[in-house]
T-cell receptor, first 115, second 119 residues
């Protein structure tokens, strides 16, 4: 079965500090795509960053970067210089290449950025 | 460019009734996916439509159905509502890639969801 595990239900960080959210996944496929989404209280799911499994280089988007360890099936998200607006639920998800484009999601990590 | 629009935002229904949820994708997006979000199960894939055809379907009973119109707008219908259908229903649209198809790396653009409460 394909699953995503986010082992930290809740986390908090002080403004301007760095925080890392963990994510592990399980699949027997070799070609897949990984995503981090955030969901603020407005409920709208917003893409934070994405990574192709065939790329060894870790993806980076401004203050957001990932540590992708394919052998360990780990895909953690690092947020640098945390801002109050980063407060949200963060979801890790992946999609296997093939006919079915459904995303498999973790249960999320609630991140609170404190002033 | 306007984002994905879902209507209504909130809905309260009684067990046994049916409900229809609407989703208007971002202009130019032709793929629409639906997800159910609950605290216990997280996000679960319902189905995906592209060019008015259902392309993929999740593991939900036949009470859950959908369709897509020629303008890419999509509707989702749930019949004979059960208490367990209470959830946030999210719709997402995707753009085409350079080949004119929906790529696996295509990001999903989500709406604000419809909060359905079944009493």
């Amino acid at each position: 079965a394909q699953t995503v595990t986010q082992s930290q239900p809740e986390m908090s960080v002080q403004e301007a500090e760095t925080v890392t959210l963990s994510c592990t996944y399980d699949t027997s496929e070799n070609n897949y795509y990984l995503f981090w989404y955030k969901q603020p209280p407005s409920r709208q799911m917003i893409l934070v960053i994405r990574q192709e499994a065939y790329k060894q280089q870790n993806a980076t988007e401004n203050r957001f970067s990932v540590n992708f360890q394919k052998a360990a099936k780990s895909f953690s998200l690092k947020i640098s210089d945390s801002q109050l607006g980063d407060t949200a639920m963060y979801f890790c998800a992946f999609r296997v290449a093939g006919n079915n484009r459904k995303l498999i999601w973790g249960l999320g990590t609630s991140l609170a950025v404190n002033p | 460019k306007a984002g994905v629009t879902q209507t209504p935002r909130y809905l309260i229904k009684t067990r046994g009734q049916q409900v229809t949820l609407s989703c208007s994708p971002i202009s130019g997006h032709r793929s629409v996916s639906w997800y159910q979000q609950t605290p216990g199960q997280g996000l679960q894939f319902l189905f995906e439509y592209f060019s008015e055809t259902q392309r993929n379907k999740g593991n939900f009973p036949g009470r859950f159905s959908g369709r897509q119109f020629s303008n890419s707008r999509s509707e989702m219908n749930v019949s004979t509502l059960e208490l367990g259908d209470s959830a946030l229903y999210l719709c997402a649209s995707s753009p085409l890639n350079l080949q004119g198809t929906i790529g696996h790396n295509s990001p999903l653009h989500f709406g604000n969801g419809t909060r359905l409460t079944v009493t």
